[in-house]
């Protein structure tokens, strides 16, 4: 039996050791394959010789996008140690949550958070703290190592990774992913993207989402394809730079899609070697899509989730307009089906739950048993996205799952919000939906009912939860009302409150 390969880089090293695999634009460092293996392979040994971890260790990183980050995704992978990103634009009370459920032996942080990291209530059940920059020297000086070999091999079914993604109801969920779903999933994009070692692309994605790794950063490592990275989105940058690194692919949400479209500069660069777009995150708008199409790049829609890929469904660009609003079939190793709430499979053109069985589902989420048997049966995982089927197969999202709304590629889910704004002390009642915006796509709105004596601003209710809620998750407007609309069961008629808002 052929030993499943989970170091990429060595493999890359050998077959083109001089192809460029990274480079990091803020810096101007860029590195080949055999270089960033040698480096890597360093920062592997450090980790488990002089840091002293162990296989399975978590090791936690507060910090924007930076080469250091990639090293030591790929030392991990080496390792078998468990990277867990954590979202910087989280408050210190929300990534205490994060922290606490992971239980890292170690915290990687960028000094500009430093003082943040200072206010987490859990920083000192955590065994050691360093800065990230304290790894850089293995990027730039002269720690190189030719091979590195754990204590045993690292197999398919091994960590690499938890990534939080919030459930419906607001509580964070650690999404493990191993070596094996790396490995499918960029099967599965290579096989419907047609990736080749010669493509290249930007990553600006943050590396807290799993489209910052897997929709093509580690696609594109497995084929030996090549990345610049931007630690933050930058419309006018990006396309210079697609123009002058001759960029064959792009990925990006539709928020970041317009603000390119919008640049000046869309007009001027040339952008014709970009074979197509890989767009995510929420449906795109045709006018849109006829705008990226008439400057020659065609877009793909997709559809996935970071339990499950995150690579699942894929549009061809020849079916943009004429399919708008599909997210098209599943990738090449996907089984899927329509199902009802009584576990019976649906037919075409019949609404119910999406469930997906791939070699790319996550083994369950850490530490959570429970979420794990509600999410997965039998190997099939239960997205909760509602979805139909056309008569000729293309799958569309009817609707996401239950009452989260995305706001400029961010999910938001009400939930945990509410529970945040019931701490206020005038607040009697509160119900928080996403409604329309030009910018974000959606944006938060609260209702908001007070208690009897109290008086407060829709300002005052907002200025609440700054410091304490991530920006996108506050809401951008509040409405008081009296009471909030019931259904005959008791429960708050959210239908009602998105028909009062769109009035």
């Not at 192809?19 to 270089?35: C, D, Q």
Request: aromatic residues 12%; charged residues 25%.
């Amino acid at each position: 039996m052929i030993a499943f390969e989970t170091d990429w880089l060595k493999r890359w090293g050998q077959y083109t050791p001089k192809r460029l695999a990274l480079r990091e634009h803020g810096r101007a460092i860029e590195w080949s394959y055999s270089e960033m293996n040698r480096r890597v392979n360093a920062l592997a040994h450090y980790l488990l010789e002089e840091l002293k971890l162990q296989r399975g260790d978590r090791i936690a990183v507060y910090s924007k996008n930076r080469a250091e980050y990639v090293f030591l995704f790929f030392a991990c992978a080496k390792s078998g140690l468990v990277l867990v990103p954590l979202n910087f634009r989280l408050m210190p009370r929300e990534l205490d949550t994060l922290i606490q459920d992971a239980d890292p032996q170690l915290l990687f942080y960028e000094s500009e958070f430093a003082v943040m990291v200072e206010k987490l209530r859990t920083l000192a059940a955590i065994p050691r703290r360093l800065p990230f920059e304290s790894i850089t020297p293995f990027l730039t000086g002269p720690h190189q190592e030719e091979s590195f070999a754990p204590d045993r091999p690292v197999g398919e079914e091994d960590l690499v990774m938890i990534l939080y993604t919030a459930g419906t109801t607001g509580l964070s969920k650690g999404a493990m992913i191993n070596h094996r779903m790396l490995y499918w999933n960029a099967i599965n994009t290579h096989l419907r993207l047609d990736i080749t070692s010669m493509d290249h692309t930007q990553s600006f994605s943050p590396f807290f989402h799993t489209g910052g790794w897997n929709v093509l950063l580690t696609p594109f490592f497995l084929h030996g394809a090549s990345h610049t990275l931007l630690d933050k989105f930058d419309a006018d940058l990006i396309l210079r730079l697609m123009e002058s690194e001759r960029t064959t692919l792009l990925f990006g949400v539709p928020t970041m899609m317009q603000m390119m479209a919008d640049s000046p500069l869309f007009d001027q660069v040339d952008l014709s070697t970009v074979r197509y777009a890989i767009v995510g995150g929420a449906p795109m708008p045709i006018p849109l899509i006829n705008k990226w199409h008439a400057k020659g790049i065609y877009i793909r829609q997709g559809y996935g989730l970071t339990e499950v890929g995150p690579n699942c469904y894929s549009l061809h660009q020849d079916d943009a307009v004429r399919k708008r609003g599909s997210i098209g079939f599943p990738n090449f190793y996907f089984e899927a089906k329509v199902m009802d709430d009584d576990g019976g499979e649906l037919g075409d053109e019949q609404v119910g739950e999406l469930w997906l069985k791939s070699p790319v589902v996550t083994p369950g989420y850490w530490r959570n048993q429970e979420a794990t048997r509600q999410a997965i049966s039998d190997g099939w995982f239960h997205t909760g996205d509602m979805v139909r089927r056309d008569a000729e197969g293309y799958y569309y999202v009817v609707d996401r799952k239950k009452n989260m709304f995305i706001s400029g590629a961010e999910n938001v889910y009400p939930a945990e919000v509410e529970r945040f704004l019931y701490t206020h002390e005038a607040i009697k009642e509160v119900a928080v939906i996403g409604v329309p915006d030009e910018k974000w796509g959606e944006v938060g709105k609260a209702f908001v009912v007070l208690k009897p004596g109290f008086s407060r601003t829709a300002e005052e209710i907002i200025h609440f939860c700054k410091g304490e809620l991530a920006k996108y998750k506050i809401p951008k407007y509040v409405q008081f009302l009296d009471e909030l609309p019931k259904t005959e069961a008791g429960k708050i008629n959210l239908l009602a409150l998105k028909g009062q808002a769109l009035e």
